[in-house]
Structures are given as structure tokens and as C-alpha cells.
């Protein structure tokens, strides 16, 4: 799931080498911290949280396939 979600955000911001993914826990829950240049944060987020949300459902579906639950969250440099 974090390749997944890494390669979504590399193709919505400008900077995709400031993109970074950290996958947190590995057991029936994880957390995926998804970090980028300051400058690209609006546009992970979007319009009144359209995109975040978008990739909220996506990895939760991708999560649920495996059994598991998935949470996305979003960090501030």
C-alpha cells in the first residue's frame, strides 16, 4: 500500500522527490505519514479535502482486500 500511495502523490505535486511515505505498524492496522515540500501540501489535500479523502477511500479499499485497516495522514515539515 505505501508504493501505491507514494506513486498517487509523485503525480500530483511538482516536487515528486520531496514525496515521502512512512508505512507505521504492520499488523491488522497501518498508518501511512505522507510528508512533501510545503509548497505541495494544497495540492495533496485539494479542494475542501477532495484528493485526501480520494486517496483516503483508495487505500482504504486496497487495505480492506487484505484484511486489514488503513488510516492516511498527512505531515507538516
Known amino acids: 500500500m505505501r508504493e ?3 506513486h498517487i502523490v509523485k503525480q500530483i505535486v ?3 522527490d520531496k514525496v515521502e511515505v ?3 505498524g504492520s499488523g491488522g492496522a497501518v498508518v501511512l505519514e505522507i510528508s512533501t ?11 475542501k479535502g477532495r484528493i485526501v479523502n480520494a486517496l483516503r477511500v ?3 479499499a486496497a487495505a480492506g482486500q487484505r484484511g486489514k485497516k488503513a488510516e492516511v495522514e498527512i505531515l507538516e515539515k
Open 14 to 16: 511538482d516536487d515528486p
Open 4 to 6: 501505491l500511495v507514494e
Open 58 to 60: 483508495i487505500v482504504g
Open 37 to 47: 515540500a510545503k509548497e505541495d501540501l494544497g495540492k495533496i489535500i485539494g479542494k
Open 22 to 24: 512512512k508505512q507505521i
